[in-house]
């Protein structure tokens, strides 16, 4: 009787990694709709081209020799060891081309490239060109590149390997791309999925451990500092509990937001706070394109539908 009750326990014990694996195939790889990735898609190249559009105006200013950082002092602040405009300009300055015409062509190239990726034109090789000449300007003129820069270049990488021209794209009508469900849908909207709520986990843990968000005085600096100040909200100073409060939404909105957002019934209030925290950002501290792209991040990695329409998905399918 011995024995047997060991092969049980052998048996039970042999089947446990077995059925972990099982549910981790599932949440990593059940066939998922590509839409998610389509929105992440459309919502990055249209944010990043409104981007583009507020800063062509000082295009040269930002990324030439001559501009607002000078010669030498542009190469401290440049990193020397990531693609650049620079690298361009000495590669064609043997054949008469000077700096201004590649600056134009960089910026053109950026712009077509965001423009095929929003409506899904041979979407991997725009992903590619977006990325690299996205990578070529933030370093460039790195001394102005902030939070926003680097979201962008890490989505736009992410944008080579997932198969987001699966659906609402050209390639897709053209009949280049493959729709229906995919197993690639669903690992790619898992890691874009796990990568927001590690990078929120981390953000607000770094809030927390300071006083500042505590207290209020972090909202107070970001509202009252003056290259961040869009309204007159000195009255604060008469409530510093309101600032306090509004410091300890931003740390519950962050810490918890790779807990409750993953769980379907606290899943949309999650994904509202964290749009309103953005637009709050955008509002109050004139952060428009930092606001609309977490926000786009949010929407489209929480809030797009992933399970495949049609037939009831099996019993024990991940959840979106």
Excluded: N
């Amino acid at each position: 009787m011995k024995e047997p009750s060991i092969g049980l326990r052998g048996a039970a014990a042999g089947g446990e990694p077995a059925r972990v694996l099982r549910v981790i195939e599932r949440f990593a790889l059940a066939p998922a709709s590509a839409a998610p990735l389509a929105a992440l898609r459309i919502g990055l190249a249209a944010v990043l081209l409104l981007q583009a559009a507020l800063v062509a105006p000082a295009l040269f200013e930002l990324y030439g020799r001559s501009g607002i950082l000078q010669g030498p002092l542009r190469d401290v602040f440049a990193r020397t060891d990531l693609p650049r405009i620079g690298w361009a300009v000495e590669l064609l300055a043997p054949l008469g081309i000077g700096e201004d015409p590649v600056i134009l062509a960089t910026g053109v190239i950026y712009v077509v490239a965001l423009a095929a990726l929003l409506v899904g034109w041979c979407t991997r090789a725009a992903a590619f060109l977006a990325w690299l000449t996205h990578l070529m300007l933030v370093t460039t003129a790195s001394s102005t590149a902030y939070g926003v820069d680097s979201f962008a270049s890490i989505f736009l990488f992410y944008l080579l390997w997932m198969p987001s021209e699966a659906a609402f794209s050209m390639d897709r009508r053209l009949g280049r791309a493959r729709g229906g469900p995919t197993p690639a849908a669903r690992l790619g909207l898992r890691v874009v999925q796990l990568h927001l709520s590690f990078a929120y986990l981390v953000s607000g843990l770094g809030k927390a451990a300071g006083e500042p968000w505590w207290d209020g005085e972090a909202i107070w600096r970001s509202v009252m500092l003056p290259e961040y100040r869009q309204f007159d909200l000195s009255w604060l100073a008469g409530a510093p509990w309101l600032a306090a409060v509004a410091g300890w939404a931003v740390l519950l909105v962050e810490i918890g937001y790779g807990f409750l957002i993953w769980p379907r019934r606290t899943r949309l209030p999650w994904v509202v706070a964290t749009v309103a925290l953005h637009a709050g950002i955008a509002l109050f501290m004139g952060l428009l394109v930092f606001g609309a792209l977490m926000a786009v991040l949010t929407i489209a990695a929480f809030a797009v539908p992933s399970e495949p329409s049609g037939p009831a998905a099996p019993a024990g399918a991940a959840p979106g």
